[in-house]
């Protein structure tokens, strides 16, 4: 009997990974390589400067930490230009339906992101109002696998692991929520995502087990 929900964000709310790798892709233009949306698979649940070190990597490039770090907040301003124009009619099919529907069941709602934008998305989204607890790279400082921000997420609703399902459409997210202990509910492709409990392609499967 789930007691809490958490959620990722990217992918299983809303798609900002297409706005993440234009905001790279720009970065890397201007550093003078091209990256793809296959590299782009690489970036995905993990935090910024990883992304950087992995996309530079992609371009043959070694920069000092003080350029990384300048060049991390040049991709996040870009990043940003983006979000600010998110529409609510870029929510995920179902998201919305299903948030409501587990609250009216008494369900605690947390968000369990890396990203740093993450409030400002969900405000952006109008959902902000659905979830009790908000944990983000803001609060939390080791990326998935590591199950710190689900662990977090479980705290913060005052429940138990075993007590909490994870939706998540990464494999180091669904690794995370293994670690954590929770219940976990795959959005994506079962290759990709084997280890959880149930998988489906998006939120919207749920919603007909729901009512
Ligand atoms: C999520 C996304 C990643 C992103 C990370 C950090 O995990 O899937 O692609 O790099 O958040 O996001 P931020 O908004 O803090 O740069
Ligand atoms: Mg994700």
């Not at 790279?137 to 138990?160: M, N, Q």
């Amino acid at each position: 009997h789930m007691k809490g929900a958490i959620f990722d964000l990217d992918g299983v709310i809303v798609d900002t990974a297409k706005y993440h790798f234009l905001a790279w892709r720009e970065l890397a233009a201007q550093l003078g390589f091209e990256f793809t949306e296959q590299d782009n698979e690489r970036l995905k649940g993990v935090s910024r400067m990883e992304s950087l070190r992995i996309l530079l990597e992609v371009g043959g490039l070694e920069l000092p930490e003080e350029e990384q770090q300048k060049l991390a907040e040049s991709k996040n301003a870009k990043y940003v230009e983006y979000i600010s124009k998110l529409e609510q009619s870029e929510l995920l099919p179902g998201v919305r339906e299903y948030l409501t529907g587990l609250r009216e069941q008494g369900v605690k709602i947390a968000l369990g992101s890396a990203s740093k934008n993450a409030a400002f998305i969900l405000e952006r989204l109008g959902i902000a109002g659905l979830f009790d607890a908000v944990v983000d790279g803001t609060k939390v400082s080791k990326a998935k696998p590591d199950p710190e921000v689900f662990l977090t997420a479980c705290r913060e609703l005052g429940l138990a692991p075993q007590e909490c399902i994870v939706f998540e459409d990464a494999a180091a997210g669904v690794a995370a929520a293994k670690a954590a202990g929770t219940g976990i509910v795959g959005i994506g492709r079962p290759e990709v995502l084997g280890e959880a409990d149930q998988v489906v392609a998006g939120i919207f499967e749920l919603l007909a087990d729901s009512q």
